[in-house]
């Protein structure tokens, strides 16, 4: 490992980083001054860096080369764990479930409120999910949806009055019929093509919020949108701080149910199917037509319902939530919990909203660790931090095959 | 005064045009090779343009003339921006080779965003001037309402940079090599071509274009910032997918077609919706030509 | 007795090429039937023609299933459409859902049979229960059926070849065809596979009631297994009949067969 040759090529890359990082990050021109500031210990720490980096790197990569011959034990150790975990499942779900219900009571309006936003990623992870990790559409409008949902109940509201609950359903109507607006032009489209559609559709959606003043208010947005309440009692901000997070604790209850039953489903089933082999799923008898645009509808009502929920917790609403960003950050939450995964992409959620929090005080440096968190992601742990396992089937060996 | 104002659009159409071009052809070309969708590529014209910014503000505390300072500019961006470039396909995607396309594609988009953070943290989120370095032609002083220098520079260097390639892309050794590669990875290894060599020529060529074309815009435009990668970038990319992804000649009708479209509609219809006429003319385009306009039509073999 | 699939003058043009050429095919209930002809024959572009990956230029498909009084044209419905009317078919370059498991296949395979929509998958009503109960227990007999009832929770991707190629049957019968079009079968079998696989064709036809039309390279088994051959070359039709007429046809031996007469 340590090595002359190895040591030699560490050092060289070494070298490599110093010169490639040497403008940006050594050089800083101040144009208003007419000076230009040398920051040299920057070169230093890049050196260093990436001198001990380029071991970790290869022996990394070296690791997972060698890691295709491992798997089948793999494979048998990870049915232990299984079989281990599922006694302590159900004591755990129910511990998990009490300290869901207890938090908000002794922690902050902040923290609560930040509990909320993770749930929220939670649900539109799933959503998003069906699309993607069952259906293996590369979607990247995923936004828009949200955003519809955030409009339909500020612009009711703003309007008519509308009450959260009656724009709750609303909201997911017209994603949903926006889902299936989105999915009938891109029908033909398969892989990188889909990708690049569908973050157009995005674009545009959000494009048309900021500049059709007189429907959507542009760029300034929508304020004052009210907080849910019921029976008409008005709620004072803690309060209805808590009220927001018990209906996200219920709508993530609600989505994983559903997204479970889905699933494991003839529905389910067929949008695995099309993600496997769209040509071989068509000739074993599968409606591709209906079966994408289902799968594009399905997934923006989830979308849709968060967008209310959105609207209704900061009760107030501008294009700029709804940006690329916003779809490529729930494609990394579902990415990197676990393609397919409802366990998997529940974790990413938590970990993609929960983690710079707890990191508050780098939280400069949040995108530069998600962007290079994914790149690694990717090379070394494809599958996500938990891998979907499959439903098995027992059969009894003879008789009559039950 | 009407003429006037086509004309000026139609010049500003054309910049804009060259201008993504130089980027798009990155695009298709590491496309063709590797069926990626190099995701981080506006990051690396971002990067081009803020060598070249840093370099010439450098050089210039030391008195130089501003041509030289120009020249030496642009080619400080072409390395580093080529540098970037195989670096990024070291790291992100040659490990991702095997891989499904989406796990390279998340990879790339986890690359940019780590560029893009990166320069701002080195940097700074604001925008900075870009300075003029060139004089003004004056033998385009007549014409000078419907094309500034800065537009004729980008007009001409693009052309010059076409030709270059095509002839590079028909007749040298690695072009044909870079060919035989776009047919089939497999094939072309077998008789012989070091795929790795042609994975790291292409990314260089892509990256020294789109360098050249972040210095002509910023010059053009006069600021920087850290975010122009991403807009550009999509924008050359629906460029590239409009003329059909992998077509290098798609890719510069594409980009034309793209920057005309632009520069007329926000001329002529409305200028809020200046970066929403890309996204409608992929639709449309895609939805009648899913492979693009000039691209190859694929049908999977069954 | 009407045959279930007629192939009326069917052609497929690709840019200039004519890769299937007036090709005209009938098959009765019960037949096993080859199709053969050298590489790049059209063999396959017929069957994607049949099967409604392409839409044939011109001619024409009727399919009559057994006890249907009427004949109906196929000709440019969707595939999905096609595989309803009773045509199944495998693929030469294995295309299984890879990273579903083995028994989730052959169920992929009922899905058009079975009625159970988003509300069934959300309420799971009674009907639904029984519908997935009988799927399961379905799709597991054919699976007993293939000999591949160890296998039920494996990955696709993970069975051996031959497993692979078995398992695009059993998936094919989970349609619930009346004919099954296999194409290339045996390709990349040894001999124990190849004559396990002749005898589970065999089963197929004679206890699932299920006729055959076949695309195989290897002789022995067309010559073994098949009632009647049709030969193409060039997409054109260039000799049909039993294996012995086959074997003896001059036309045959000189576009096809050449020096492996004995074979």
Same mark, same amino acid.
């Given at each position: ?402 | ?302 | ?185 045996? %390709?990349?079998?040894? +001999? @124990? #596979?190849? /004559?396990?696989?002749?005898?589970? !064709? ?5 206890? =699932? ?29 260039? %000799?049909?009949?039993? +294996? @012995? #007429?086959? /074997?003896?046809?001059?036309?045959? !031996? ?5 020096? =492996?007469?004995?074979?």
């Amino acid at each position: 490992m340590f090595n002359l040759k190895e040591l030699r090529k560490s050092f060289l890359t070494s070298l490599w980083f110093m010169f490639l990082t040497f403008p940006i990050m050594v050089i800083k021109v101040n144009t208003i001054t007419d000076t230009v500031e040398w920051r040299w210990r920057n070169l230093a720490f890049v050196g260093v860096s990436a001198f001990i980096l380029s071991f970790v790197w290869r022996w990394a990569l070296d690791r997972r080369a060698k890691g295709g011959k491992a798997k089948k034990d793999g494979i048998g150790f990870k049915a232990t764990v299984l079989a281990k975990t599922n006694q302590y499942k159900l004591p755990g779900l129910i511990g998990i479930g009490l300290l869901v219900a207890i938090l908000p009571f002794f922690a902050s309006m902040y923290t609560t409120s930040v509990l909320t936003t993770a749930l929220m990623y939670v649900i539109l992870g799933l959503g998003l999910n069906v699309v993607v990790g069952l259906g293996g559409l590369l979607h990247l409008g995923y936004a828009a949806f949200y955003a519809v949902g955030a409009y339909t109940y500020a612009l009711l509201h703003y309007h008519f009055g509308i009450s959260f609950w009656v724009a709750l359903p609303l909201g997911a109507l017209f994603s949903a019929v926006l889902g299936l607006l989105i999915g009938f032009p891109v029908l033909r489209l398969r892989g990188d093509y889909l990708a690049i559609v569908t973050l157009a559709f995005g674009e545009i959606t959000r494009l048309v919020l900021e500049n059709w003043n007189d429907f959507s208010f542009g760029p300034s947005g929508i304020a004052n949108i009210a907080r849910p309440g019921i029976a008409g009692i008005k709620m004072k901000l803690p309060q209805a701080t808590i009220f927001i997070y018990f209906i996200a604790i219920a709508m993530v209850i609600l989505t994983i149910f559903l997204v479970n039953r889905l699933e494991n489903s003839r529905v389910g089933r067929a949008w695995e199917a099309m993600r496997e082999d769209e040509i071989a799923s068509q000739a074993m008898g599968i409606d591709l037509t209906k079966t994408k645009l289902l799968a594009f509808s399905i997934g923006a009502v989830w979308a849709g319902f968060v967008g209310v929920l959105f609207a209704a917790k900061t009760t107030f609403i501008n294009p700029a939530s709804f940006t690329v960003w916003e779809s490529i950050v729930v494609l990394c939450v579902v990415v990197i919990g676990g393609m397919g995964s409802i366990p998997g992409v529940v974790v990413g959620a938590l970990v993609f909203t929960l983690l710079p929090e707890l990191l508050r005080s780098v939280s400069e440096y949040r995108m530069l660790v998600f962007g290079i968190t994914l790149v690694i992601m990717m090379i070394f742990r494809p599958g996500g931090l938990i891998q979907k396992t499959r439903k098995s089937y027992k059969f009894k060996k003879e008789g009559d095959g039950e | 005064m009407k003429l006037d104002f086509f004309f000026q659009l139609l010049m500003s159409g054309l910049t804009r045009g060259s201008i993504y071009a130089l980027i798009a052809l990155g695009y298709t070309m590491v496309y063709g090779i590797v069926k990626l969708i190099n995701f981080a590529h506006g990051e690396i014209y971002m990067i081009g343009a803020f060598t070249a910014l840093i370099v010439s503000g450098v050089l210039s505390m030391y008195g130089m003339n501003p041509v030289f300072i120009f020249l030496i500019a642009i080619t400080a961006a072409i390395i580093y921006s080529a540098a970037y470039g195989v670096t990024l396909e070291k790291i992100a995607y040659a490990p991702l080779r095997k891989a499904p396309r989406l796990s390279a594609l998340i990879s790339a988009i986890g690359m940019s965003m780590f560029l893009q953070n990166y320069v701002l943290l080195a940097q700074t989120s604001d925008f900075l001037p870009f300075p003029e370095l060139l004089p003004e032609f004056g033998f385009l002083d007549p014409v000078k309402f419907i094309i500034s220098t800065n537009q004729f520079l980008i007009l001409v260097t693009t052309t010059v940079v076409m030709v270059l390639l095509t002839f590079f892309i028909k007749f040298s050794r690695t072009g044909k090599a870079m060919r035989a590669t776009s047919q089939d990875r497999d094939m072309a290894q077998l008789v012989g071509i070091n795929i790795n060599k042609v994975i790291s020529i292409t990314f260089v060529i892509g990256s020294a274009l789109a360098a050249i074309g972040g210095v002509l815009i910023s010059s053009h435009i006069g600021q920087i910032n850290f975010y122009i990668g991403f807009i550009a970038g999509i924008k050359a990319f629906v460029a590239a997918v409009l003329g059909g992804i992998g077509s290098i000649p798609g890719a510069v009708l594409g980009s034309f077609v793209l920057g005309i479209t632009e520069s007329f509609g926000t001329g002529y219809i409305s200028s809020d919706y200046e970066d929403a006429f890309a996204f409608v003319i992929l639709i449309v385009i895609l939805i009648f030509k899913p492979s693009g306009l000039l691209g190859r039509k694929v049908s999977e073999k069954v | 007795m009407a045959p279930i699939l007629e192939v009326d003058n069917l052609s497929m043009v690709f840019g200039g090429l004519r890769a299937v050429d007036s090709l005209s095919m009938k098959i009765n209930e019960g037949e096993i039937v080859a199709l053969i002809g050298p590489n790049g024959a059209g063999k396959t572009t017929f069957f994607n023609c049949v099967t409604g990956v392409y839409v044939p230029t011109e001619g024409d498909v009727y399919i009559q299933a057994p006890g249907a009084t009427e004949r109906r044209s196929i000709k440019g419905l969707k595939p999905h459409k096609i595989t309803e009317g009773g045509l199944a078919r495998t693929f030469q370059n294995i295309r299984l859902f890879s990273n579903m498991s083995v028994l989730e296949n052959v169920m992929i395979g009922h899905h058009h049979r079975l009625n159970s929509e988003v509300f069934g998958a959300v309420f799971r009503d009674k009907k639904t229960r029984e519908e997935e109960e009988k799927v399961v227990h379905d799709s597991y007999e054919i699976l007993k059926k293939i000999g591949l009832e160890n296998h039920v929770n494996d990955l696709a991707k993970n069975l051996p070849y031959g497993a692979q190629r078995r398992l695009e049957i059993a998936r094919a019968i989970g349609t619930d065809p009346f004919l099954l079009l296999l194409d290339e079968p045996a %390709a990349g079998m040894n +001999p @124990q #596979e190849t /004559k396990d696989l002749v005898d589970l !064709i065999l089963r197929i036809r004679d206890n =699932e009631k299920i006729s055959v039309l076949l695309i195989e390279h290897d002789m022995s088994l067309v010559m073994n297994l098949s009632e009647r051959i049709y030969v193409v070359d060039y997409g054109k039709l260039i %000799a049909t009949g039993t +294996p @012995q #007429e086959i /074997k003896t046809n001059k036309e045959v !031996i000189k576009a096809y067969l050449g020096e =492996e007469v004995d074979a």
